[in-house]
C-alpha cells in the first residue's frame, strides 16, 4: 500500500505538470504543486480522512488524461421548466452543442481560455485566492494543474433574471483517467444570483476520477444562492470543494443534493471576512448500497454581526457509509455571532452507517451558538400509526424516509429545481413507482 500511494503521489504531480499551459496561472499552479508536495497522502491516520479509505484511487493508475469527447454523452441534464444559461462539459471538456449561453446585461459568462484582457485580470486577482488546501490533497492537485475554467462575473446593482447552470458530465472511457473542472464566481456590490451546479454520468461504470473546484467571492450587499447537485453513478470517484468569501452585509445561500458513489468526498468553506454576512447553507445525502459519502464543513466567523445557519439531513441504506463533519470557528473579533449547525441521520439498514461530528469552536465571549447530532432508525410507533390507517409496511418506511429530507427540500426557492428533484430523491427509496407516487402529488 505505501508503495501505491508513493506512485500515485509521483504519477500525480508528473500528470499535472505537463498539463501547464497557461502562464497567467502559474502563480497558481506553482503554489498547488507545492502545497500538493508538502501533504501526505490521506491515511486513515490522518483526522480529516479518517473514516474515507482511498484505496481505490491506488488499485488503477488513474493520473492520465481524459480522451477527446468524440460524440456528446446521452445524458438527460435537464430541468422541466426551468429558463437557464447552460454551459455543459463532458469529462472535463467544454460541449458548445450541449450548452445554451446568452447575453444579459451586468454578466460576463466566459471560459477562461476565451477572456478579454480585463476579465483574465479580474480571473487573476481572485482564483486560488479563497481555495483552502492545507487539509485536502484534491484542492491542492486541482490549483497545480488549473489551465482553463468558467468565470462568472455579476457588476454591481445587476439581479439576473435566470439562473446560471454548470454542468459537469462524466463517461467512461477505455482507460483510467482523471477530469478536472474549475469554477469562479464573483458577485459586485449589490449583485444577485443564482447558480445551479449540476454533476451527472452516463448509466455506466465509471473510470474517471472528477476533480473540481469552485470559487465564491460575494461583493458588498450582495446575495447568491448557489445549488449543487451530485446525481452521478454509484460507481463514480468524485472530489470536489466549493469555497466562499463573504463581504460586509452580503448573503450566501446554499443548497446541496448528494447521491452516492464509490468515493464522494465534498468540502466546503465559507469565510465570513466583514460584519453583518450570513450564509445559510442546507444539504441532504442518500448514499444506499455500498456507496460513500463524506461531507467536510469549515465556517470561518473572522468578523462581528455575522450569522450562520447550517442543516444537515442523511439517510444511510443498505451497507452505505456516511461522513459528516460540520465545524464553526468563531474567531477572537467575531463578537454578537448567531451560528447554529444541526446535523440528523436516518439509519434504514443495521449494516449502514454514519459518523457524524460536529464543531464549535469559539474564542469570543458576546456569541450565540448551537450545534447538535441525532442519529436514529425510523420511529416504530410512527410506521404503527401508518399501519393502524391502512398503509402497508413498505409504504410506511418511505413515507416516513422521505418526510425526513421533505423539510429541507420544500425550502429550496426556485419551483422548477424543487419539483424536478422530487422524483429523484423519491426512487433512493423505492423503484415500484406505485409505491412512491403520492409523494409526487404537486407535479400533477
Not at 445561500?253 to 448528494?258: A, D, F, R
Not at 468540502?267 to 441532504?284: I, Q
Amino acid at each position: 500500500m505505501n508503495q501505491a500511494v508513493s506512485d500515485f503521489n509521483q504519477k500525480a504531480l508528473s500528470f499535472v505538470k505537463t498539463n501547464e499551459q497557461v502562464s497567467s496561472f502559474k502563480a497558481v499552479n506553482d503554489a498547488g504543486i507545492n502545497a500538493f508536495t508538502a501533504m501526505p497522502f490521506p491515511t486513515r491516520k490522518t483526522e480529516s480522512w479518517k473514516y474515507t479509505s482511498l484505496h481505490a484511487l491506488t488499485k488503477q493508475d488513474f493520473n492520465q488524461a481524459v480522451e477527446p469527447v468524440v460524440s456528446p454523452a446521452n445524458v438527460d441534464f435537464s430541468i422541466n421548466d426551468l429558463d437557464s444559461i447552460e454551459l455543459v462539459f463532458v469529462n472535463g471538456q467544454y460541449q458548445e452543442e450541449l450548452s445554451s449561453i446568452q447575453s444579459q446585461a451586468g454578466l460576463e459568462l466566459v471560459r477562461f481560455s476565451d477572456a478579454t484582457k480585463e476579465q483574465l485580470a479580474l480571473i487573476e486577482q481572485h482564483l486560488g485566492k479563497n481555495a483552502e488546501t492545507e487539509r485536502n490533497l484534491f484542492t491542492a492537485l486541482n490549483n497545480a494543474q488549473v489551465n482553463d475554467g468558467v468565470f462568472v462575473f455579476v457588476s454591481k446593482n445587476t439581479q439576473l433574471n435566470k439562473p446560471i447552470q454548470i454542468v459537469n458530465i462524466t463517461q467512461a472511457q477505455s482507460s483510467p483517467a482523471t477530469a478536472f473542472n474549475r469554477c469562479l464566481v464573483v458577485l459586485e456590490q449589490h449583485a444577485q444570483a443564482s447558480v445551479i451546479e449540476q454533476f451527472v454520468s452516463t448509466d455506466e461504470n465509471q473510470n474517471v476520477v472528477f476533480n473540481q473546484v469552485t470559487e465564491i467571492v460575494v461583493g458588498d450587499g450582495a446575495q447568491l444562492t448557489h445549488y449543487r447537485l451530485h446525481k452521478e453513478h454509484e460507481s463514480s470517484l468524485h472530489f470536489g470543494g466549493v469555497y466562499v468569501d463573504l463581504n460586509r452585509d452580503s448573503q450566501f445561500n446554499s443548497y446541496q443534493v448528494l447521491l452516492g458513489g464509490q468515493i464522494k468526498r465534498f468540502d466546503v468553506l465559507v469565510n465570513h471576512n466583514v460584519g453583518g454576512s450570513h450564509c445559510e447553507m442546507k444539504g441532504v445525502y442518500l448514499p444506499k448500497n455500498d456507496q460513500h459519502v463524506d461531507i467536510h464543513s469549515y465556517i470561518e466567523h473572522k468578523a462581528a454581526h455575522c450569522t450562520t445557519d447550517e442543516t444537515y439531513r442523511g439517510i444511510m441504506a443498505d451497507r452505505s457509509k456516511a461522513v459528516f463533519n460540520g465545524r464553526i470557528h468563531i474567531h477572537p473579533d467575531a463578537q454578537k455571532t448567531l451560528a447554529e449547525l444541526s446535523n440528523k441521520n436516518l439509519l434504514l439498514s443495521d449494516k449502514a452507517q454514519i459518523n457524524t461530528k460536529p464543531e464549535l469552536e469559539i474564542y469570543a465571549d458576546d456569541v450565540k451558538c448551537a450545534h447538535g447530532a441525532t442519529v436514529a432508525q425510523l420511529n416504530e410507533e410512527a410506521k404503527f400509526y401508518l399501519r393502524s390507517r391502512g398503509i402497508s409496511a413498505v409504504q410506511a418506511d418511505i413515507m416516513l424516509s422521505f418526510g425526513f429530507i421533505n423539510e429541507l427540500l420544500e425550502s429550496i426557492p426556485l419551483e422548477a429545481l424543487r419539483i424536478s428533484l422530487r422524483p429523484l430523491l423519491a426512487q433512493q427509496f423505492s423503484t415500484d413507482k406505485s409505491l412512491t407516487q403520492h409523494l409526487l402529488a404537486d407535479e400533477v
